[in-house]
């Protein structure tokens, strides 16, 4: 019904920037909220940020708070997460998700960041 297909990742170096892409395909997209996640190796998945149908961001995860920025663009279906000042710690494989009445949708492939000198 929904799939998700995350892009953008790669490597970079720290203090370095990269933008993450979320096309989704369906007909939900613009009616629906945002999410982006991230799991490192070993690690639990964790929410990163979120942003409502109409682009009003409701969260943002304090350890990439002023670094990171979630974003939408409804006429193309796509999400986007503008990730800049990268640390190390930023490395993990990022997906997004959708959501709406209270149902979720996704997850994506999701795709590799590697922040490394």
């Known amino acids: 019904q929904v799939q998700l297909v995350e892009s953008g990742g790669g490597l970079v170096q720290p203090g370095g920037s990269l933008r993450l892409s979320c096309a989704a395909s369906?007909?939900?997209?613009?009616?629906?909220?945002m999410s982006w996640h991230r799991q490192a190796p070993g690690k639990q998945r964790e929410l990163v940020a979120t942003v409502t149908s109409g682009g009003v961001t409701t969260y943002v995860d304090p350890a990439v708070q002023g670094r990171f920025t979630i974003s939408r663009d409804n006429a193309k279906n796509t999400g986007y997460l503008q990730m800049n000042s990268l640390k190390p710690e930023d490395t993990a494989v990022y997906y997004c998700?959708?959501?709406?009445?209270?149902?979720?949708?996704?997850w994506g492939q999701g795709t590799q960041v590697t922040v490394s000198s």
């Open positions: 369906g007909s939900i997209f613009a009616i629906s909220s």
């Open positions: 998700r959708i959501s709406r009445n209270l149902r979720d949708y996704g």
